[in-house]
């Protein structure tokens, strides 16, 4: 069993930068791999950015790539999204998820770990 909790939206104007964290806590943290989804109104989750457990390998969604990174830092069982040059497109709640295993994980249905979410939204 794994809890994660998402920290660090909020509201900013285009152009704003926002680094969201995810605490996460339980039997254990290793080798756990972490992703960042976000989900609008009306919209389906969708896939942000995912790392492995020893962050040498990260994937980020095409919509984001260059604004939006992903790092972790494992003694503090922590997750990051870095997000510069927001924009309002990027208005959602963002959740982290986890889950164990050794591949990058890009699906919904591939995390069984999520947590409760954090809004951000950006304004024009």
């Known amino acids: 069993q794994v809890q994660l909790v998402e920290s660090g939206g909020g509201l900013v104007q285009a152009g704003a930068s926002l680094r969201l964290s995810c605490a996460a806590s339980?039997?254990?943290?290793?080798?756990?791999?972490m992703g960042w989804f976000r989900q609008a109104p009306g919209k389906e989750r969708e896939f942000v950015a995912a790392?492995?457990?020893?962050?040498?390998?990260?994937r980020i969604t095409d919509s984001v790539k260059g604004r939006f990174t992903i790092s972790r830092d494992n003694a503090k069982n922590t997750v990051y999204l870095q997000m510069n040059n927001l924009k309002p497109e990027d208005t959602a709640v963002y959740y982290c998820?986890?889950?164990?295993?050794?591949?990058?994980?890009?699906?919904?249905?591939?995390?069984?770990?999520w947590g409760q979410g954090t809004q951000v939204t950006v304004s024009s």
């Open positions: 998820a986890a889950d164990y295993g050794s591949s990058l994980y890009v699906s919904v249905a591939e995390y069984r770990y």
């Open positions: 790392i492995t457990w020893s962050g040498g390998i990260t």
């Open positions: 339980g039997r254990t943290f290793r080798n756990y791999a």
